[in-house]
């Protein structure tokens, strides 16, 4: 529409237009969105590279855990690469295996593994031999083997044993979950009501398999009182007769010889079993 010589001309939005500047703040917060999940991605992201002080910042950020863990998986890819830089955050390290935090005595107990020529690191490890929590336990006791340590062997002869699982508490067993429930560190495994009426969740330590249930719902129990039995994971199993090539006694035979004649297991849980069995016995052969 066009007025009179001295007045502008107006123009009419027409539908599209109008659809245009509807869309435009849901336009906006999709990308703003988009780009704070990716920003969140990134900065979470365990491959990206961290500089000396983004790993000296992240090891004290205590209140964000996966900042820990990433500055440690850093820390252990310097130490493969053989970087003498990765021995300035020794002494943080090892206080790290002293934390309340289980995450973080499990992965430090890892990662001392890698340097075993490191005095300091041994000795911690051999205090990580007696955590409460016998996944930090298994960690440090293979990482020991590295040091042509066997002082952890008992941990790892353990792995292919079913391990128990007991009550904290006195009380009733109201729900557990079922035999050969595949497990993952935290699983709910019983819920124990108490005399108050409370109720107390039990959660798996370890990865696994639930191999069988001890008490069952309505059993009373006291602390102490086993209530289930789990079988390691694989991986666990693998690892742990990978170091018992290395450390296994002849006691350990038979328990190993099982795994390598269990059709059960996998191929290469067998292999390594076999294999295993076989180092054992020409150690001692040769002693």
Same mark, same amino acid.
């Given at each position: 529409?066009?007025?009179?010589?001295?007045?502008?001309? /107006?123009?009419?939005?027409?539908?599209?237009?109008?659809?245009?500047?509807? =869309?435009?703040? *849901?336009?906006?917060? &999709?990308?703003?969105?988009?780009?704070?999940?990716?920003?969140? @991605?990134?900065? =979470? @992201?365990?491959?990206?590279?961290?500089?000396?002080?983004?790993?000296?910042?992240? $090891? /004290?950020?205590?209140?964000?855990?996966?900042? +820990?863990?990433?500055?440690?998986?850093?820390?252990?890819?310097? !130490?493969?690469?053989?970087?003498?830089?990765?021995?300035? @955050?020794?002494?943080? !390290? *090892?206080? $790290?295996?002293?934390?309340?935090?289980?995450?973080?005595?499990?992965? +430090?107990? @890892?990662?001392?593994?890698?340097?075993?020529?490191?005095?300091?690191?041994?000795? &911690?490890?051999?205090?990580?031999?007696?955590?409460?929590?016998?996944?930090?336990?298994?960690?440090?006791? $293979?990482?020991?083997?590295?040091?042509?340590?066997? =002082?952890?062997?008992?941990?790892?002869?353990?792995?292919?044993?079913?391990?128990? /699982?007991?009550?904290? /508490?006195?009380?009733?067993?109201?729900?557990?979950?079922?035999?050969? &429930?595949?497990?993952?560190?935290?699983?709910?495994?019983?819920? *124990?009501?108490?005399?108050?009426?409370?109720?107390?969740? +039990?959660?798996?330590?370890?990865?696994?398999?639930?191999?069988?249930?001890?008490?069952?719902?309505?059993?009373?129990?006291?602390?102490?009182?086993?209530?289930? &039995?789990?079988?390691?994971?694989?991986?666990?199993?693998?690892?742990?007769?990978?170091?018992?090539?290395? !450390?296994?006694?002849?006691?350990?035979?038979?328990? !190993?010889?099982?795994?390598?004649?269990?059709?059960?297991?996998?191929?290469?849980?067998?292999?390594?079993?076999?294999?295993?069995?076989?180092?054992?016995? =020409?150690?001692?052969?040769?002693?």
């Amino acid at each position: 529409m066009t007025g009179n010589g001295n007045n502008p001309e /107006v123009k009419i939005a027409t539908p599209e237009v109008k659809r245009l500047r509807a =869309s435009g703040p *849901i336009l906006l917060l &999709a990308i703003l969105f988009v780009g704070g999940a990716f920003l969140t @991605w990134y900065f =979470s @992201w365990f491959g990206r590279s961290l500089t000396d002080a983004d790993i000296s910042q992240y $090891l /004290v950020d205590e209140q964000h855990p996966r900042r +820990v863990q990433h500055a440690l998986l850093q820390i252990q890819q310097r !130490i493969e690469r053989g970087e003498p830089s990765a021995k300035q @955050w020794y002494p943080q !390290i *090892i206080r $790290l295996a002293g934390h309340s935090e289980t995450e973080f005595r499990l992965t +430090v107990a @890892w990662l001392m593994g890698f340097d075993s020529t490191s005095e300091e690191f041994r000795q &911690a490890l051999q205090q990580l031999l007696r955590d409460p929590q016998p996944i930090v336990r298994r960690n440090a006791a $293979l990482a020991l083997v590295r040091f042509n340590d066997a =002082s952890g062997r008992a941990d790892l002869v353990a792995i292919l044993s079913p391990y128990e /699982v007991k009550s904290p /508490v006195e009380g009733e067993v109201a729900s557990t979950l079922k035999e050969g &429930a595949q497990l993952a560190r935290g699983t709910l495994l019983v819920r *124990i009501t108490q005399p108050d009426g409370k109720t107390v969740e +039990v959660r798996s330590p370890l990865p696994g398999k639930m191999q069988r249930i001890v008490a069952p719902a309505g059993t009373k129990v006291s602390p102490e009182t086993a209530l289930v &039995a789990i079988n390691s994971d694989e991986n666990s199993v693998w690892e742990a007769l990978r170091a018992l090539a290395l !450390i296994g006694e002849r006691e350990d035979l038979s328990l !190993i010889e099982r795994y390598a004649q269990d059709a059960a297991q996998s191929d290469r849980v067998r292999q390594q079993a076999a294999l295993t069995a076989k180092a054992i016995q =020409s150690r001692f052969n040769q002693q």
